[in-house]
């Protein structure tokens, strides 16, 4: 398995992963969220040998636009196929300009998506988007956690990292930064709160208390631009994890290099 972050953050989010793949059969390729120019998406991709028309499924997290913003436009380009939950789908129509969407794949929080030899479990989330959802995929011999927009740690969390072999975590603000920041009070109220995104500390905390063994990396995602810095974020969890795990970073501007589990 493989993935690479196209982008990641309030500005826009988008992952691509390979999955299941072998030598006389082509791998499964995801796309997961769809917050970046359909253009941004294919050249970023196709810097890495890939073509966009090639993605057998777009899988939706929730409905902010950061996340949801241009896959009409995945889908008419691209001919990508999405997977969405039916009240996430109605509330990104209504908050974003989707244009015509010929026909969408719904499922519900919580049910596994089977995919040729690949499943996706989808987990639901008490982050304030409506019917979110994050996924694991798991192809048999791995597990891929794509862990962001997760409202707090909540139950199970924990245990789903537990049972990962790399995750895409979200480690959005860091705590001084955020209290000492530009945004109002009840941005900052949201962010913290039970609906909003996990700290750098809580992440990392996460990453201590859960990874096992078997996790081969974990790559720090949703970093908050106001909020945040990438060099503090890795040397927080630097600071909590330790050594023992390699600790990667996702951008805001541009593709990772490929990560594979």
Request: charged share 20%.
């Amino acid at each position: 398995m493989l993935a690479i972050s196209l982008q990641s953050g309030s500005n826009g989010n988008c992952t691509y992963v390979e999955a299941g793949g072998t030598d006389s059969k082509p791998a499964l390729r995801l796309l997961v969220d769809a917050g970046i120019s359909g253009k941004r998406a294919s050249q970023r991709l196709a810097s890495h040998g890939r073509d966009m028309r090639n993605v057998d499924a777009l899988l939706i997290t929730h409905d902010h636009g950061d996340h949801v913003r241009s896959m009409g436009v995945y889908h008419r380009k691209f001919g990508l196929n999405i997977h969405i939950t039916r009240r996430t789908y109605r509330t990104a129509c209504k908050r974003c300009s989707l244009g015509n969407i010929a026909e969408v794949t719904h499922f519900k929080a919580g049910q596994d998506l089977i995919f040729k030899d690949v499943t996706v479990e989808t987990i639901p989330t008490p982050h304030d988007g409506v019917d979110g959802v994050v996924f694991v995929i798991d192809d048999g011999h791995s597990r891929l956690g794509i862990l962001t927009d997760l409202g707090h740690n909540f139950d199970g969390l924990a245990e789903i990292i537990a049972s990962l072999d790399a995750v895409l975590l979200e480690s959005n603000y860091d705590t001084e930064m955020l209290a000492s920041g530009p945004y109002p009070t009840f941005v900052k109220e949201r962010i913290r709160g039970p609906g909003g995104h996990i700290c750098n500390i809580e992440a990392a905390e996460l990453l201590k208390a859960a990874a096992g063994k078997r996790m081969k990396w974990a790559a720090l995602a949703h970093l908050s631009q106001a909020n945040n810095d990438p060099q503090l974020a890795l040397s927080t969890h630097r600071s909590i994890v330790g050594d023992r795990l390699p600790i990667h970073l996702t951008s805001r501007y541009a593709a990772t290099g490929v990560f594979r589990v």
